[in-house]
């Protein structure tokens, strides 16, 4: 499953550094970035847009003919939808998902964009949100954006992760050093 995921993840990469360079030298990134959100939003709010991508049933044919459908009706511009039917020619459309997150990231790199995700125990309000955002901005130089989802799990405090720095305020891991630490001395 580990290889599967690591040839999905180098197909889409090969893709989307394709349409990125395109869309640069086009000047068209503001319009792929759109774009990508549209088609990104419908793959993950269609579960039947999702059976088309991975369907071993349908043909080369079937597969190609649905998702232009879906492109034409987003009325997506020339380099995805063309990128996005000769996906479908090679039978490559179960890395679509890939090649948009693959995009999304490139395009956030070249605007000098990181997004941090963060884990908190409870929803952060949105001065919180602001606060964190603007310190994590000044700390890496760069335009911040964060991905929030709460486990409650942590009892208090959150998890920040920037990029390879990782930093943990949680309760809970709190709770499980201190559980260490007395072992230790017990």
Same mark, same amino acid.
């Given at each position: 499953?580990?290889? $599967? +995921?690591?040839i999905?993840r180098t197909?889409?990469?090969?893709?989307?550094? =394709?349409?990125?360079?395109? @869309?640069? =030298?086009?000047?068209?990134?503001?319009?792929l970035?759109? #774009?990508?959100d549209?088609? /990104? !939003? /419908?793959? #993950? *709010?269609? !579960?039947?847009?999702?059976?088309?991508l991975? $369907?071993?049933?349908?043909s080369?044919? !079937?597969?190609?003919? +649905?998702v232009? @459908?879906? /492109?034409d009706?987003?009325k997506?511009g020339p380099?995805?939808?063309?990128t996005?039917?000769?996906?479908?020619?090679n039978?490559?459309?179960?890395?679509?998902?890939?090649?948009l997150?693959?995009?999304?990231?490139?395009?956030?790199e070249?605007? *000098?964009?990181?997004?941090?995700?963060?884990?908190?125990?409870?929803?952060l309000?949105a001065?919180?949100? #602001?606060?964190?955002?603007? $310190?994590? $901005? #000044?700390?890496?130089?760069k335009?911040v954006?964060?991905d929030?989802?709460?486990?409650?799990?942590l009892?208090? *405090?959150?998890?920040?992760?920037? *990029?390879?720095?990782?930093?943990?305020?949680?309760?809970?891991?709190?709770?499980?050093?201190?559980?260490?630490?007395?072992?230790?001395?017990?």
């Amino acid at each position: 499953m580990a290889q $599967s +995921a690591s040839i999905t993840r180098t197909v889409a990469a090969r893709y989307a550094q =394709a349409v990125f360079d395109i @869309a640069r =030298a086009e000047g068209a990134l503001d319009d792929l970035s759109r #774009e990508v959100d549209v088609l /990104a !939003e /419908a793959i #993950e *709010g269609s !579960e039947d847009l999702r059976g088309v991508l991975t $369907s071993p049933v349908l043909s080369r044919e !079937e597969q190609s003919g +649905a998702v232009s @459908a879906v /492109a034409d009706a987003m009325k997506l511009g020339p380099l995805l939808k063309n990128t996005v039917a000769l996906m479908g020619e090679n039978r490559r459309l179960f890395a679509l998902p890939q090649l948009l997150t693959a995009l999304r990231g490139l395009m956030a790199e070249a605007r *000098g964009e990181v997004t941090a995700q963060v884990v908190s125990a409870q929803a952060l309000s949105a001065a919180q949100a #602001e606060r964190l955002t603007r $310190s994590l $901005s #000044e700390k890496s130089g760069k335009t911040v954006k964060l991905d929030t989802t709460v486990d409650e799990g942590l009892i208090g *405090g959150m998890i920040v992760q920037l *990029g390879s720095q990782m930093i943990d305020t949680s309760v809970r891991s709190k709770l499980t050093s201190l559980k260490n630490t007395m072992k230790e001395v017990g």
